[in-house]
């Protein structure tokens, strides 16, 4: 069973397909063997077998796996002069590429792991005054967008979530996402919730917005917390909790519903104003003295 409390840090690179990558090896070593296989039982009358009997396909199989491995058991050998030079031109070559293949592999997953860790140890040490944005469904991934066309760099945004599908679709806009439990200090502390400038809490339930926003304002004291709720009878207890705004999602949605009814144009001047690029903005100036 998969722990919630667990936090994984996925650090966006471009890089290819690890699938496709151990799926061509496996396609390589599998065309190696194959080789081998057909080139020793073509020739299969010129080599001996313990058990004097004449090679089958499987045993020319076998031959080749444990020649191939460099095991080498000796029940089945090269006699003639012919077979000899066809295993020291064909099948040594075949198995040279063999391990090459192999240990490729092997190198390939140790190096994959350092650099994602080196990766992870940099993006800690640069990461300063950034954005966390706990629950990537409509609502976070609607304020990343804003933050985003705000001027916002996509490297100072972290997302929290438990969902493998929400932490995809944070991937693909090539965000930091931490994966796990954001009722859990361990996993803020993963996104570095105590140096972020900004907390932005849109999970779908208003009882887990409270221990969130508890949790990261203990991280926290100087984060400016945003937390979005369902009802408005909890805004208050969010705001005891540690949030400095409070967004009612139901209730801001069936305001604009009413108000669609006898002014859609409110409505249109409104969504102008939360949209960046439209033709009105909203921005935020100091007070003239």
Known sequence: MQQTGLGVINVPE?????????????AIAVGVISIATAVVYVDRDAYSHALDAPLTLL???????????????????????GARVVNVL?????RVLFLVVLIGTT??????????????????????????????GTKGRSAARALIDAGVDTASLVVVDSDPNALD?????????????????EVLKLAEAG??????IAVHSDATAVLITLTA?????GANIAGVVRDAQNVSLLRRSGADTVVVSAATAGRLMGIATRTPHVVEVVDDLLTPGTRLSMVDRPEDR
């Open 90 to 94: 064909v099948v040594t070559p075949l």
């Open 169 to 185: 679709a944070a991937e693909s806009l090539n965000l930091v996402a931490v994966r796990g439990d954001a009722t859990r200090s």
């Open 59 to 81: 045993d020319c199989l076998y031959y080749v796996t444990v020649s191939l491995s460099t095991t080498g058991y000796g029940d089945i050998a090269p006699m003639t002069p």
């Open 217 to 221: 304002r203990q991280l926290s004291p």
């Open 107 to 136: 190198l390939e997953v140790l190096t994959e792991r350092s650099r994602r860790a080196w990766r992870i140890q940099r993006w800690r040490h640069n990461l300063r005054d950034h954005h966390v944005i706990v629950g990537f």
């Open 195 to 200: 140096a972020a400038r900004a907390i932005l």
């Open 14 to 26: 471009r890089a290819q397909n690890p699938v496709r990558a151990i799926g061509i090896r496996v």
